[in-house]
Every structure is written in C-alpha cells, then in structure tokens.
C-alpha cells in the first residue's frame, strides 16, 4: 500500500459520513497519517441584489459556526488521542471543493460514505461521492453508508464496507 501521510474526509457531520471517520482514524493510526475533515457548504444561488447577498452572507457565518461546534462534536465521539487532525471549511459546491482541497495539500487519499446527509436509498452512492468516484485521481474509499464499524474489531475484517477503491 502507498505512504498515507495525508487522508481527507469530507464530511457533512451525518451518522453515514461518522463510519467513514471510523475507517479513517483505523488507517491513520497504522500509517501515522495526518487527518484532513473537510466540510464544504454550498451558498445560497444569489442574485445581485443586496438583500439577497445579504441573506446569503447570513446563511454562510451561521453555516460556519454550526460546522466549528459540529467538528468538535465529531472529533470528541469519534477519534482517540494521537492524531494530527487538520479542520478546514470551505465555500462552494462540495465535490469541486473536495478535489481542489486534495490537490492543493497533497492528499494521498480520500475516505467518504456512500451517502451523506441526505441517505438517498435510490442509488449506489450519493450526488458527491458519485462525482469524486468519476473526477478524482487521488485513490477513494468509498464506505458503504450500513451498520456500524466498532473500533475494537480488526480493520481488516470490516474492509467490506470499503464499497469501491479508485486510483
């Protein structure tokens, strides 16, 4: 397996997107990896008229502070000392933004859930990871968004929720 020195996942802070931290956390643990959460918000379509830039400036500084006391939430549930973990919120459309962020620090590669906030059951996998999975070129863990990962059980025997390696 190539050097992990830097995992990104995306998340939208979903119970879907939490498994796919779990495999992180094991990945980065084993490969002293440094951990890259990355939550993207989507501004509201504005036109050029002010009330509406305001409206969306409103919208984005309390999307911003949900997302700083939600990453804390997470990182507290989810992750045990000794990992570097690097938040970064960014403004744009999710997919676009994830690829930008890879590739500007470098990633080695990227860990999301199938599915994310929304669970669509319709489909393999969710709007974002869907677009990753065709863009990236950075290998992705895509993790099936079912049942739960405990971190005591061997990261080896749930690799089957590892739904599709790309790279």
């Not at 919208?59 to 939600?70: G, L, P, Y």
């Amino acid at each position: 397996m190539r050097d992990l020195k830097n995992i990104l996942i995306p998340t939208d802070f979903s119970e879907n997107s939490i498994q796919a931290l779990e495999i992180a956390q094991c990945l980065a643990n084993k490969h002293q990896s440094i951990i890259h959460l990355l939550h993207t918000i989507e501004p509201i379509l504005a036109s050029k008229q002010t009330m509406y830039n305001s409206l969306s400036e409103r919208f984005v500084k309390i999307r911003i502070e949900e997302a700083n006391s939600s990453f804390n939430s997470v990182i507290d549930k989810v992750f045990t000392g000794g990992l570097d973990i690097i938040k970064v919120i960014r403004i744009g459309e999710p997919s676009e933004e994830i690829l930008k962020y890879a590739k500007d620090q470098k990633i080695d590669m990227i860990i999301i859930a199938s599915h994310g906030r929304t669970g669509l059951t319709n489909r393999t996998t969710g709007g974002v990871a869907d677009r990753l999975l065709k863009n990236s070129e950075i290998p992705i863990i895509c993790v099936k968004s079912a049942g739960i990962i405990r971190q005591d059980i061997n990261f080896k025997k749930r690799i089957t929720f590892a739904e599709n390696w790309v790279g």
